[in-house]
């Protein structure tokens, strides 16, 4: 299958030593933007894994689906990512870094139940921006003054703790919901996602240019503990160190600004990622990495990534892990 080019404005530079990084060596470079990108200088990688099935699919994931949850809407949680019960049933995660030493995340759930999810969190600055797109079920048990009207601008369906107690139990650890109790909660006419990455086809090729070939990612952010994703060859999944039964198909390195937002009721300050606009990124799928870049143009648009060349990538149908790295972050590939 042959793919057009994506407008020429969508092409970024790459710094040389983010190429480096995403092709082996095992050495640590910076992911920050600046440098005209290298040449191409080995060939794209073929798809190693299926292809989506040509009946329903899942949108956020690409595999088989029944035809009832291939159109059942996508239920958003946010949860800490250490004690975080039920990412292993996300079909998308985006990482966001709180702090430096303290790490959220965004599960968005839609193609498997998930029993038990928790303990549920709190609206956070960025979530008006990465919402919009995935049109979700938002569990969340409220957040400061400005963010929830933030999202009801949006038209984001509220799952609240506040309005929709049913749909959550007390734990130990905070308030737990499920897949279950918050689709039961969920308002008429709630619409699935769209798909947010386009997928491979049988033998298509994940990127048309730089490629290398990576069995561990390692990544430091300033300030915080080193992460290491490692690459499982018998399930075509990335397996990520601290989170049992987290595997993942595709996982994408974001670059983001970072800007420090006043929250209040009561008044403090938070940490979100600024995700709208562009950047540079690495973008891992199988055992392939190539050095990419993202643009989200609107909160109501899905990010693009694209590779050197311009053009789209093309991942592999499986869940995604998105880790929003914040500016002087460090990457090493094995």
Wanted: hydrophobic share 45%; aromatic share 6%; net charge positive.
């Amino acid at each position: 299958m042959s793919r057009a080019k994506s407008p020429r404005w969508l092409a970024l530079p790459l710094g040389a030593a983010l190429l480096a990084a995403g092709c082996g060596g095992g050495k640590a470079a910076s992911l920050q933007p600046g440098a005209a990108a290298p040449a191409a200088s080995s060939p794209a990688a073929a798809a190693t894994t299926p292809a989506a099935a040509s009946g329903p699919v899942a949108p956020l994931t690409g595999l088989p689906a029944s035809a009832a949850v291939a159109v059942r809407p996508a239920i958003a949680v946010r949860l800490p990512l250490e004690g975080g019960v039920g990412l292993n049933d996300a079909d998308l995660v985006y990482q966001e870094y709180e702090r430096s030493t303290l790490l959220k995340v965004l599960a968005i759930f839609q193609s498997r139940d998930a029993p038990e999810i928790g303990p549920v969190g709190g609206v956070r600055p960025a979530d008006p921006a990465l919402l919009p797109s995935l049109r979700p079920l938002y569990a969340n048990t409220g957040g400061a003054s400005g963010t929830e009207g933030l999202l009801e601008k949006a038209a984001i369906s509220q799952v609240t703790s506040s309005a929709a107690a049913s749909a959550y139990r007390s734990g130990t650890a905070g308030l737990m919901t499920s897949t279950a109790g918050v689709l039961a909660a969920a308002p008429a006419g709630a619409k699935p996602p769209p798909p947010v990455l386009p997928l491979a086809g049988t033998g298509e090729a994940f990127t048309t240019s730089h490629v290398g070939k990576a069995r561990t990612i390692t990544i430091t952010p300033p300030g915080a503990p080193a992460e290491t994703w490692t690459y499982s060859a018998a399930g075509h999944s990335w397996l990520r160190s601290g989170t049992p039964g987290v595997a993942v198909a595709n996982l994408i390195l974001q670059n983001v600004d970072y800007k420090q937002v006043l929250l209040r009721d009561p008044d403090r300050f938070a940490q979100s990622a600024r995700v709208l606009g562009r950047g540079i990124c690495t973008a891992v799928s199988g055992g392939t990495v190539t050095p990419c870049s993202w643009y989200k143009r609107s909160a109501t648009s899905v990010t693009g990534y694209v590779d050197a060349a311009g053009v789209p990538l093309r991942f592999a149908p499986g869940p995604t892990w998105v880790v929003l790295l914040p500016p002087g972050s460090k990457l090493a590939t094995g």
